[in-house]
C-alpha cells in the first residue's frame, strides 16, 4: 500500500479564492510526522506546514492550514487567499518513528487570475 | 548565514564513475536529510543524520551509495560506479526541533547527469 496518497494531480484556483489539497497516509505507527512541501518551476523545495500525530490543534503557518483528521489519516492543505505565486507542485510527507521518509506524487496548483 | 547549500549544482558524470556532493546545512540545525528526485516525481528519501550519526537509510537504497556527516556539520553523499538510473537532482535539508514541531529547510539540490 502507498504511504502517502495525494489523488489530485491538478487543481485550479481562482485568485483570492481558499483551496485544499488532499492527502491520506498509512502508517501503524503512533508516532509520526507530516509535512507539506511547495516546489515552483524553478525547483526548489520550501517546507511550508508541520503536524505532529500527537498535537491535537490544527497546524497554522500564515495562510497555509494543515486539517488533521487523524481517524481517517488525512492531512489536508489548506491554502487561503491564494495568490499567483502560489502556483507550484504540492508534495505531501509522512516521517515515521524510524525516520523513514515517504512522499506523495504531488498535486500541481494553478493560480488563475 | 543564508540557508543550506549544496556543490556542485550541476554534475555531469560518465557511467562507471565515482561522484561526491557536499551539503552544508544551516549551522544550528542538528538534523539532515538527503533526498532525490527524479522529473515529474516526488522526492524519494535517501538517509538521515541527527548529529554526526546516520541514524536512517532507505531500504532500497543501493550499496553503491554511502554517506558521511563528520563531527555533525557539513554532509557528503557519494555515489560509486554510477549507473544511468542515478540521473536526478540530490537534495539535501536540514532540520531542527522546536518543541514537537520541527522545520526543514531544502538546499538547491546538485543535478547529476550520468551518460
Known amino acids: 500500500a502507498q504511504k502517502i496518497t495525494q489523488t489530485q494531480p491538478g487543481m485550479f484556483v481562482q485568485e483570492k479564492e481558499a483551496v485544499t489539497l488532499d492527502c491520506t497516509y498509512d502508517t501503524s505507527d503512533p508516532s509520526y510526522g507530516l509535512f507539506w512541501y511547495k516546489q515552483p518551476s524553478s525547483g526548489e523545495m520550501i517546507f511550508l506546514i508541520y503536524?505532529?500525530?500527537?498535537?491535537?490543534q490544527n497546524a497554522t503557518e500564515g495562510r497555509y492550514s494543515l486539517n488533521f483528521q487523524k481517524a481517517r489519516k488525512s492531512a489536508n492543505l489548506v491554502i487561503s487567499a491564494s495568490q499567483l505565486g502560489d502556483s507550484a507542485m504540492y508534495f505531501c510527507?509522512?516521517?515515521?518513528?524510524?525516520?523513514?521518509?515517504?512522499f506523495g506524487t504531488g498535486t500541481s496548483l494553478t493560480v488563475i487570475p | 548565514d543564508t540557508g543550506v547549500s549544496q556543490d556542485p549544482r550541476h554534475k555531469i558524470t560518465k557511467r562507471g564513475q565515482n561522484v561526491t556532493f557536499r551539503c552544508d546545512p544551516i549551522s544550528e540545525h542538528n538534523r539532515l536529510y538527503w533526498y532525490r528526485q527524479t522529473l515529474g516525481q516526488g522526492p524519494e528519501f535517501l538517509t538521515y543524520f541527527q548529529n554526526e550519526a546516520q541514524l536512517e537509510k532507505s531500504r532500497l537504497l543501493s550499496d553503491r551509495f554511502s554517506a558521511e556527516r563528520p563531527k555533525g556539520s557539513f554532509s557528503t553523499l557519494e555515489i560509486q560506479r554510477t549507473e544511468q538510473g542515478d540521473s536526478a537532482m540530490y537534495l539535501c535539508?536540514?532540520?531542527?526541533?522546536?518543541?514537537?514541531?520541527?522545520?526543514?529547510?531544502f538546499g538547491p539540490g546538485t543535478r547529476l547527469t550520468v551518460t
Open positions: 503536524q505532529g500525530s500527537y498535537d491535537q
Open positions: 535539508a536540514s532540520s531542527f526541533m522546536t518543541g514537537r514541531k520541527e522545520e526543514q529547510y
Open positions: 510527507a509522512m516521517r515515521e518513528s524510524g525516520n523513514q521518509f515517504y
